[in-house]
């Protein structure tokens, strides 16, 4: 046994996870190199690692669980890691000329891939389970709990920041008789999102939030602000308080953390979320001191880990129809391990997902608070 694998074994032994094991979050390592290059490359190489097969694990999403609750990966800490966090703090990873590389690397992947992968309005952030038993449910639950957040009623023009596909703006034109404009980045998402609400009172638009000038009596931003970056939060509230009408609500849906940090993870950061950031409770409250005030602070974020479980199951219900667009076993080694480490994240509190309901001025009498 070499010195590497000794290290690793012994690493894992504190997280109760074996190697070649039976047990089904045991991991089974099919190349020898796996231990080094992990120790090496922290992360990354774990990462990169599974996408090249030089190991497996069946509950993959079990195993990221008993590794970030046992605190091991703050025990594998390379040096050269390092660099992404001083470069984020020199440079403004999220200025308006980076603002579409997202939209291109991610979020323009294929509809087709979220087609299959998302509910059938295509709504890519967390589902409310508080009284839902599957993903549409969920979904529906979630987008019907912003709308009543906010207080929608007829007739509001309402302003979404990160619009996706258009599944809010759609149920909510559609249930609350509201006029919706929705911003983002992703050509993909508004070709598609254009053409499914074309007969809808919605305005989709090819825009960076900070070019967006009308007023509006609700805004709502619903998985966006994660691609925001502490160097522009306090702009991204002065765009919001400057588009919100003084008896407007603002409602800011995030995922969110409570370890400060500058960057996503290297390996989510290279593969899946180009310049992203989670933020952490502070960071959002001095953006929004002096601007607005705080009516309701909403943690659900265990809820990601089952609406995180339900897309990977309609990946793997779908793997052979995705091979054949062009999906190959890479991309799903690496799609698997993005979603299954996300849910094993939540599961394990790391991740939390905030839902931040502000006013300008405060509201008359206080603010009901909505579950």
């Given at each position: 046994m070499s010195k590497a694998e000794s290290i690793v074994r012994g690493l894992l032994e504190l997280a109760d996870i074996g190697v070649t094991g039976e047990r089904p979050f045991d991991i089974?390592?099919?190349?020898?190199?796996?231990?080094?290059?992990?120790l090496g490359?922290?992360?990354?190489?774990?990462?990169?690692?599974?996408?090249?097969?030089?190991?497996?694990?069946?509950?993959?999403?079990?195993?990221?669980?008993?590794?970030?609750?046992?605190?091991?990966?703050?025990?594998?800490?390379?040096?050269?890691?390092?660099?992404?966090?001083?470069?984020?703090?020199?440079?403004?990873?999220?200025?308006?000329?980076?603002?579409?590389?997202?939209?291109?690397?991610?979020?323009?992947l294929g509809n087709d891939l979220y087609r299959l992968m998302l509910d059938p309005r295509m709504t890519y952030t967390c589902g409310y389970w508080r009284?839902?038993?599957?993903?549409?449910?969920?979904?529906?639950?979630?987008?019907?709990?912003?709308?009543?957040?906010?207080?929608?009623?007829?007739?509001?023009?309402?302003?979404?920041?990160?619009?996706?596909?258009?599944?809010?703006?759609?149920?909510?034109?559609?249930?609350y008789g509201v006029h919706v404009t929705g911003v983002t980045v992703s050509r993909e998402q508004i070709e598609l999102g254009?053409?499914?609400?074309?007969?809808?009172?919605?305005?989709?638009?090819?825009?960076?939030?900070?070019?967006?000038?009308e007023q509006y009596d609700r805004i709502v931003s619903l998985g966006m602000f994660e691609h925001v970056?502490?160097?522009?939060?306090?702009?991204?509230?002065?765009?919001?308080?400057?588009?919100?009408?003084?008896?407007?609500?603002?409602?800011?849906?995030?995922?969110?953390t409570n370890t400060p940090i500058t960057a996503v993870d290297p390996w989510t950061d290279r593969y899946i979320f180009p310049g992203g950031v989670l933020p952490v409770p502070k960071q959002v409250d001095e953006a929004s001191q002096g601007i607005f005030i705080m009516e309701d602070w909403h943690n659900f974020g265990t809820d990601y880990d089952p609406t995180l479980m339900a897309w990977m199951h309609n990946i793997d219900d779908h793997r052979q129809e995705l091979e054949r667009?062009?999906?190959?076993?890479?991309?799903?080694?690496?799609?698997?391990?993005?979603?299954?480490?996300?849910?094993?994240?939540?599961?394990?509190?790391?991740?939390?997902?905030?839902?931040?309901?502000?006013?300008?001025?405060?509201?008359?009498?206080?603010?009901?608070?909505?579950?």
């Open positions: 089974q390592v099919t190349n020898p190199d796996f231990y080094q290059r992990l490359n922290g992360s990354i190489g774990l990462g990169e690692a599974y996408m090249d097969g030089w190991w497996d694990c069946e509950q993959l999403d079990v195993m990221i669980y008993k590794v970030l609750r046992a605190d091991l990966e703050h025990r594998i800490s390379p040096l050269k890691l390092l660099w992404p966090v001083l470069w984020s703090k020199m440079v403004n990873l999220q200025s308006s000329k980076r603002a579409f590389r997202i939209g291109e690397h991610h979020y323009d009284d839902a038993e599957n993903l549409n449910d969920a979904q529906e639950a979630k987008l019907d709990l912003v709308c009543r957040k906010v207080g929608l009623k007829p007739g509001m023009r309402v302003l979404d920041i990160g619009c996706g596909w258009g599944s809010f703006a759609g149920f909510a034109a559609e249930r254009q053409e499914r609400y074309r007969d809808l009172d919605i305005d989709l638009r090819f825009q960076d939030y900070r070019d967006v000038r970056g502490p160097k522009n939060y306090r702009t991204y509230m002065g765009v919001v308080e400057r588009c919100l009408k003084d008896d407007g609500l603002f409602l800011l849906h995030t995922i969110g667009l062009g999906y190959d076993e890479r991309f799903y080694r690496m799609w698997r391990f993005f979603l299954l480490s996300s849910a094993g994240s939540a599961r394990a509190r790391r991740n939390q997902l905030w839902q931040i309901v502000y006013s300008k001025k405060g509201l008359d009498g206080g603010y009901n608070a909505i579950r």
